[in-house]
T-cell receptor, first 111, second 114 residues
Framework: AQRVTQPEKLLSVFKGAPVELKCNYS??????LFWYVQYSRQRLQLLLR??SRESIKGFTADLNKGETSFHLKKPFAQEEDSAMYYC?????????????FGKGTLLTVNP | NAGVMQNPRHLVRRRGQEARLRCSPM?????VYWYRQLPEEGLKFMVY????????ESGMPKERFSAEFPKEGPSILRIQQVVRGDSAAYFC????????????FGQGTRLTVV
């Protein structure tokens, strides 16, 4: 069965510092990985997906199949990046809609 | 487009009562998904519905939980005879026909059973 692990429940950095939110996964097939973000009192929204290989709000994430990781990185954190971040994997059981989420990492960027 | 709307945002129920959670999908979306997030856990898939059809309910608890998505009106997740263990955040997502891989989430409903 597929699994997504986010080892850090809380992560605190200072403004301008680099930030890396870790995500590891286990999946038998070819995974599709995502990062979702939930700002305070807002909707859970898609931040980026590995297949698009884009940078959103300065964040990037590279799928490393050898290490089964999909870590989220940003070189210079901003206070507005403070939010809950979830790594998710799609697939499994023959479905293209079912998402498996990690437990999330609460990022706090201090001034 | 207001996005996926869930109400209420917060719901408090006593043990044994019924909880009804509503989800209005984005305009033009005909597919709805419900996820549950227990304390200290990630979101877990519960059920996938299209208008008037349950497509996949593999994540739904076998008893007390039901979901519907009628031809008119919002999708409803219904929990009968709630217990403390049902306390969680319940998220709804929707997607357009043929784009099941592109789901947009609501803000969630936080259910507290006292």
């Amino acid at each position: 069965a597929q699994r997504v692990t986010q080892p850090e429940k809380l992560l605190s950095v200072f403004k301008g510092a680099p930030v890396e939110l870790k995500c590891n996964y286990s999946y038998s097939g070819s995974p599709e990985l995502f990062w979702y973000v939930q700002y305070s009192r807002q909707r859970l929204q898609l931040l980026l997906r590995h297949i698009s290989r884009e940078s959103i709000k300065g964040f990037t994430a590279d799928l490393n199949k050898g290490e089964t990781s999909f870590h989220l990185k940003k070189p210079f954190a901003q206070e507005e990046d403070s939010a809950m971040y979830y790594c998710a994997l799609r697939g499994g059981g023959g479905s293209n809609y079912k998402l498996t989420f990690g437990k999330g990492t609460l990022l706090t960027v201090n001034p | 487009n207001a996005g996926v709307m869930q109400n209420p945002r917060h719901l408090v129920r006593r043990r044994g009562q019924e909880a009804r959670l509503r989800c209005s999908p984005m305009k033009g979306h005909s597919h709805v998904y419900w996820y549950r997030q227990l304390p200290e856990e990630g979101l877990k898939f519960m059920v996938y519905l299209q208008k008037e059809n349950i497509i996949d309910e593999s994540g739904m608890p076998k008893e007390r939980f039901s979901a519907e998505f009628p031809k008119e009106g919002p999708s409803i997740l219904r929990i009968q005879q709630v217990v403390r263990g049902d306390s969680a955040a319940y998220f709804c997502a929707s997607s357009p026909q043929g784009r099941e891989d592109e789901a947009f989430f609501g803000q969630g409903t936080r259910l507290t059973v006292v």
